[in-house]
């Protein structure tokens, strides 16, 4: 959003300096992003007088001419149309930049003859694009300051252009006047009112306009327009489209230039028709689909079905709210024209102008909340400006709908702003504030003007009295605490178990990634997602349309792309949430490590070896200790098809599944471009229990000064046994006496077969005995060991081993 100074100050009545207002303005939450003074590019530049100008003798548009300068009588070449004796013109010394032509300035020679400097046209100082001739000013003084002269005579062009940055949330200053409002508000000025005061109809307007029934309800809730008739469309005055110019528009005619005059002034932008070529009434309504408008930026849009659509009795006209079209728009022929002002709901622009790639400057306004209230009043004052530089005759008003129904209130609480901003701010300052901002307030409840559709309750009153009296008076203070006792904490139990996994992978070597909860279509259905519930329905990239089932595809996608630039060992851990549907609560916090490649590098002693699905389960158990899991769990199968079906496992209290580990599936390796081994696991914290007993205090640490006793075993068992069959078996033996039980040896293949019969294995556990009270006897050792036979031949079907 850029604007002049002078055209600030026309609703702002100030003194203040560009300074004083940019940093106000930045202040204020309108960020400028920059101030450009068009004197400064001017200033090397005075003024001097043409003594004489004769024909060039080898040359028949070139002129010598003998100009009198500061320093005295200069030789200057020229080929522009009007250099004669007489004429008072701007001079451009040989080492001076002229911007318009990106060109310094030396002593030449133009066919033969030297020449000392130039006599400068308006577009080569970027004045305006006229450059048929070279500048002639009416007055002045030869050595005079060009600058100065503008500043005397036409100050608009020397006038310094404020480029402010508008976030979302302000449509109001995407008009002059709603920036004019909130300095105003700040201090720096007053705002000068605005005089509205409505054109009186001439005629009935013969141009009918209607609103199909099924948008005003949600797409144009108001449509209204005059014939102004008897105009004359030349170019607009000097001001006007000097302003045009400093903001980087382009001056096209007096009637396009009144338009964009009120899309920057007023922030109320408005479209005219050529009414002698629009046949019947206009229409609005939605598109069915097929339509075709050439434009008024030369380019034909093919139209999608619901998209709003102005259209007379026997074509499309205009897009409404964003783009005129080219056969209805006005040229220096038009005589008769239709002044067009109406209200459209910012989200079916947004859509329309997005899904056909068109930027201007209406859709830039009517998508983020143009004031409704002012449909009218903006009318009436494009009316009076039109009717003033333009001539003719107004008719009445043709309209079509209502203004919609903006009013709401809230209630206005002094104290808040202390709450939540930290500012003591006396309530009747906040009551002024407010007034001047264009509140209404009544007794303690406060609505909020048309033009701000970002107010939509109590902590944005706070804001806004907070911004206008600054925030840079904000004063750090300690906060309050509790004299006595132990505060309470302020983490969650999930949000420290969250803590403490997040720990843990990283004192176990991983690396934490942070990725999208959004992926493609393809990597979701692999893993189980996909479904319609889960698409959003604005990607941002056609690589994130559904949000994640998983945590492993972003994993999986960074391992690739790290294995790409040449990184094959990777160990990468992510924590957060995965997605079963689009509405809430229909998510779980998940905790994914990824083991990818060897486990560790290349040395002398062979250590190096492919990661397996026995490191995955050892990472996952150390994380389990950390959140406080049980330390006996079940081991199951039951796991998604993403994980390999042969070398994986679920760990499980009952039907709870706490996680999942082992290798994943070849075909998820293949489809998401990893190159294996890879191994993972998966921690679903929220369904870890946590502990009955809530202490702060970890419990008291119980160690035995017994002496523990180990025995071995070795059982014979069928090869499809699993080794954790006869571990638990073992471990039920005696639990108050067994402290562990562990796999230390498997005997397996042909010469286990050949030694003990086809289809057999041998499993060696060793089993730790601690007792508690007295060393145990070695009859008492002998029970436990007759305990521990029976119960793992009895689970296994199998028998100690000879």
Known sequence: MKLTLSWLRDHLDTTASVDEITYALTDLGLEVEAVTNPAAKLAPFTLAKVQSAIQHPDADKLRVCMVETDEGLKQIVCGAPNARAGITVVLCKPGDYVPGIDVTLGIGKIRGVESHGMMASERELELSDEHTGIIELPSGHIGQKFTDWLAENRPETIDPVIDIKITPNRPDALGIRGIARDLAARGLGLLKPLEIEPVPGGFPCPISVTIDPALKAKGCPLFAGRLIRGVSNGPSPQWLQQRLLAIGLRPISALVDITNFFTYDLNRPLHVFDAAKVKGGLHIAPAKGGEELLALDGKAYTLRPGMMLISDGEQPESLAGIMGGEHSGCTEATRDVFLESAYWDPITIAATGRALKISSDARYRFERGVDPAFTLPGLELATQMVLELCGGEASDIAMDGAVPDTRRAYKLDPARVQSLVG???????????????????????????????????????????????SLTQLKGRPLARETTGVPKPILTPMQMREKAVRRMLAALGYNECVSYSFIDAASARLFGGGQEACRIENPISSEMTHLRPDLLPGLLAAAARNQARGFADLALFEVGPAFSGGEPGEQQLQATALLVGASAPRDAFGSRRPVDLYDAKADAEAVLAAVGAPTRMQITRKLPVWWHPGRSGAMALGPNTLCAFGEVHPRVLRDMGVKGPAVAFTLYAEKVPFPKLKTPTRPALELSDLQAVERDFAFVVDARVEALVAVNAAAGADKGLIESVRVFDQFTGDKAEAQMGAGKKSIALSVRLQPRDKTLTEAEIEAVSARIIEKVTKATGGALRS
């Open 423 to 469: 500012m003591e701010i006396p309530e009747a300052t906040q009551r002024a504030t407010l007034e001047a901002l264009g509140f209404v307030i009544e007794g303690n409840m406060v609505t909020p003007p048309s033009w701000r559709p970002d107010v939509l309750g109590e902590a944005d009153l706070v804001e806004e009295v907070a911004r206008i009296a």
